[in-house]
């Protein structure tokens, strides 16, 4: 059987109705439904979104999670009938934050949604961060000075896109680029536009349709101990917009 077969089951199992009456409650007749429940057929994506929208569990969860290891009143109700998995506390009742170590960072957008993935990630507690989902991702390259390569950044998980504000900075979990730490400039239709801290980049597009997961910055881990001063990262970033401006004018 199919994972979705056995959330299927669990699911109707949990309302106590019968296939008879699940599949009434769903406009389709029985001998309809119970191949899907036993695991025989799978539903066309129109009854899939009606699943979903029965049981307000997103589809992605349907198909990839075992809903059977988690009660369902610990997990976090979200907008647009979306739901993430419960938050892990300590035995102080402190919010535990799953680290995404570097060696795991190829393997994260295939595996964030996998609960054994993410139950192996290794764990710390940050109990000045407050309620919420925390998880620290890896940063990588020179875009977002200070943060190096050696740099965690500690994000507080997105609910939905109309928290996310202009020039706050976001991890953002995108299927195009996979994981990458940016500041946001600007929110329009159907996409956002983000960019580096390092004015030597320039700031880009992200469809909405490519975002699987957004988490706030609320705090790093680092071993940078590297002084910087105002005057100094002022005189940098002009020499950087200078030297950019001279190529452009010499591309024209």
Known sequence: MSLFSDNLRYLRELTGNTQGETAELLDCKRGRYEPWESGKSEPPHEMLITISRY???S???LLTIDLRKYRREEMIKLDDNRIVLPIVVDKAGNNLIEIVPE???AGYLTGYSDPEYIENLPQISMPFLGPGKHRAFPVGGDSMPPHDDKSYVVGKYVENLGEIKKDKTYILITYSEGMTYKRLNSKNT??????PDNVI???YEIKLSDIVEIWEYVAHIGQN???FTIGQDNDVKMMFSELKNEIRSLKT
């Open 225 to 227: 101990d590297k002084k």
């Open 103 to 105: 060696k795991a960072r």
């Open 201 to 203: 980049y320039n700031p």
């Open 59 to 61: 589809i992605d969860l």
């Open 55 to 57: 049981y307000k569990v």
């Open 190 to 195: 159907d996409s956002v536009t983000v960019e």
